[in-house]
């Protein structure tokens, strides 16, 4: 077999996944087309629609693109028999039904952000972040009937930096994963279709990789420094770690922090956790074990702020903690 012998869809949605789309055209494989999620509602009336990244480079590329609603529905289903491909691979998408995963010949293969079977599910670049790991990876593995636990082909490791916000780690990510990607059809052209894989041993799935929601986003201030600073550069930039603000008048008001510093002085034995201290420059906040630096920070309806800015606003620190 050559690469030339494949027919491939590419089906993915965000930014991440346009890395490897790109890689696929750049080492000349044909992609035959391009399924992604509709285009999304956006604007202060959601008036205005928003294609997604892998849509708007899929078109500048010529690419044909279809976007369902449902991955069951039998126009969709129809439009995709007839790209005729004989491999599907997917990043950063969606869960697919097995009338979709199983209709090429050589199957469908994902590139997923972390090192299988630790961190299946829908958000492993910021968990991996937020539990402190030190390596997190990129693996390639096929579709089955459960998310996440098919047969691996290949993995790549990658170092996550102690001061690393998700950010980093998704760049890298991104990139290894396209790499891994083109390493995997590789792997595929050399075995006639049927590369080698291993089962995923499900008893080394130590970690869980849930979708963010606000719920799971705030901060929780009975935790150790250590454990609310890598909580907050796990969801540092997007979505944001959150807390409130609290006046003693008892008015709250929503605050994000995307960036902090560990510190090791002992604090004030009167504080508890939440209560916040200053000096001329900087802003701390009480944890269970000790202080935590808050370096940058957005109150909501406001910009995002360093620390000195926040302080020349706020008045007297004393009236005020966070819960």
């Known amino acids: 077999m050559t690469k030339e012998d494949l027919r491939i869809v590419f089906m993915g949605t965000p930014e991440f996944a346009v890395a490897t789309l790109q890689a696929l055209l750049d080492h000349h494989y044909h992609v035959v087309g391009v399924v992604t999620q509709p285009d999304k509602a956006v604007g202060r009336h959601a008036s205005v629609l928003q294609p997604p990244p892998v849509k708007q480079f899929a078109l500048e590329h010529g690419l044909p693109v279809l976007q369902p609603e449902k991955m069951k529905d039998p126009v969709f289903l129809d439009q995709l028999r007839a790209w005729q491909a004989n491999l599907q691979v997917v990043v950063a998408f969606r869960m697919l039904p097995e009338v979709v995963w199983a209709m090429p010949r050589y199957g469908t293969f994902n590139v997923h952000a972390a090192l299988l079977p630790d961190y299946r599910g829908a958000a492993p670049i910021n968990w991996a972040v937020i539990n402190g790991e030190t390596e997190t990876g990129v693996t390639t593995f096929f579709l089955d009937h459960q998310i996440d636990t098919g047969r691996i082909i290949r993995k790549k490791p990658f170092h996550i930096p102690d001061d690393a916000d998700v950010a980093y780690v998704y760049d890298g990510l991104m990139h290894l994963g396209a790499e891994l990607c083109i390493d995997t059809l590789s792997d595929i052209v050399a ?105 940058s920070l957005q109150l909501a309806g406001k910009k995002r702020m360093d620390a000195a800015s926040f302080l020349n606003g706020l008045g007297m620190i004393e009236k005020y903690s966070l819960k």
């Not at 080698?196 to 979708?211: E, F, G, I, T």
């Not at 150790?224 to 008048?249: C, E, H, I, N």
């Not at 508890?272 to 630096?293: E, F, I, N, S, W």
């Open 191 to 295: 075995a006639d279709g049927f590369p080698l894989s291993a089962p995923q041993d499900s008893r080394l799935a130590l970690h869980a990789a849930p979708k963010l929601c606000k719920e799971n986003c705030r901060i929780d201030w009975q935790q150790g420094s250590k454990q609310v600073y890598d909580f907050v550069r796990g969801l540092s930039p997007v979505p944001g770690a959150w807390t409130m603000l609290v006046a003693d008048d008892g008015v709250e008001t929503m605050l994000k922090v995307y960036q902090t510093t560990k510190l090791s002085q002992e604090a004030p034995p009167c504080l508890a956790p939440g209560m916040l201290t200053r000096d001329k420059k900087h802003l701390y906040v009480m944890c269970a074990d000790g202080l935590l630096q808050i370096d």
